[in-house]
């Protein structure tokens, strides 16, 4: 579980609660917290804007998308990284890879085994790579074979690179 102190926070009030409880900004604002999925290092800080009005990321701390002070502030995000980093073999990681610093477009190559699986407890989508633009990964073919297997139990809709109902750059 990627979110405990989200997760225990919702146990306790009800509601939905998508970020971290971690208030080191001091956000002055109920909704603080980080968005532990904007806190990768990957495209970090980024904001894929499909209109004037949308962004994906927000350096604004009440925002329910906002990415942290830095890449990787927060513990969670570290945690993840560190066990991938520790079971991955090193031969699959580029230089940035191996420091937890990816910011390259294209971080892994198709040859690459493994995976790391990010499951929301909200929406109704399966996606897969990549979030910040609209192209297919370099193992986007199998990437979207598990996310269609996926789907054909829980009648989700699929949400991935180049497909009509993808809104991205």
Not at 80 to 101: C, G, H, M, W
Not at 128 to 136: E, I, L, S
Request: with cysteine.
């Amino acid at each position: 579980h990627a979110n405990p102190d989200g997760r225990i926070y919702i146990e306790s009030e009800g509601g939905m609660w998508k970020k971290n409880r971690n208030n080191a900004t001091n956000c002055n604002h109920r909704r603080f917290g980080v968005d532990n999925n904007r806190n990768f290092p990957f495209k970090w800080g980024g904001c894929i804007a499909t209109d004037e009005s949308r962004c994906s990321t927000s350096d604004d701390c009440s925002s329910v998308v906002y990415r942290g002070k830095y890449r990787r502030s927060e513990q969670e995000t570290k945690a993840i990284l560190d066990y991938a980093l520790s079971i991955f073999p090193a031969s699959q990681r580029n230089e940035t890879v191996q420091k937890a610093e990816v910011d390259a477009d294209t971080p892994f190559s198709d040859t690459n085994e493994g995976i790391y699986l990010d499951l929301h407890s909200h929406g109704s989508d399966i996606g897969w790579p990549w979030g910040y633009k609209n192209v297919r990964s370099p193992n986007d073919d199998g990437l979207g074979s598990l996310g269609r297997k996926f789907a054909s139990f829980n009648g989700y809709s699929l949400w991935a690179p180049e497909m009509s109902n993808r809104v991205c750059e």
